[in-house]
């Protein structure tokens, strides 16, 4: 599986964003998928998972009620809404795909995408 993440920018606080991780592989379908994110000199931190019906989904505390996760395996591809964004959302927002569990650790995930950088401006 390889994942390519889009969708990042620059945006004010209180704006929306949306990222999109698109996937390549025929068995996308039954991976699960999660978002993780890290800022310069911190390990990457759990944001969002979702498992691979789309029936569980997860949040981190610092982002539920304001980010959804959803995917597509019609379009091999997850997402992650953005709304209400803080400065502290700021980070290169990576996604994954685990094969066995739904998880909100890295070490669960066998597949990275590249990233791609969110920056909130207040």
């Known amino acids: 599986v390889q994942l390519q993440a889009s969708g990042g920018g620059l945006v004010q606080a209180g704006a929306s964003l949306r990222l999109s991780c698109a996937a390549s592989g025929r068995t996308f379908s039954r991976y699960n998928l999660g978002w993780f994110r890290q800022v310069p000199g911190k390990g990457r931190e759990f944001v969002s998972a979702i498992n691979w019906s789309g029936s569980s989904t997860y949040y981190a505390d610092s982002v539920k009620d304001r980010f959804t996760i959803s995917r597509d395996s019609a379009k091999n591809s997850v997402y992650l809404q953005m709304n209400s964004l803080k400065p502290e959302d700021t980070a290169i927002y990576y996604c994954?795909?685990?094969?066995?569990?739904?998880?909100?650790?890295?070490?669960?995930?066998?597949?990275w995408g590249q990233g791609t950088q969110v920056t909130v401006s207040s």
């Open positions: 994954a795909a685990a094969r066995n569990e739904l998880a909100h650790t890295t070490g669960k995930y066998d597949y």
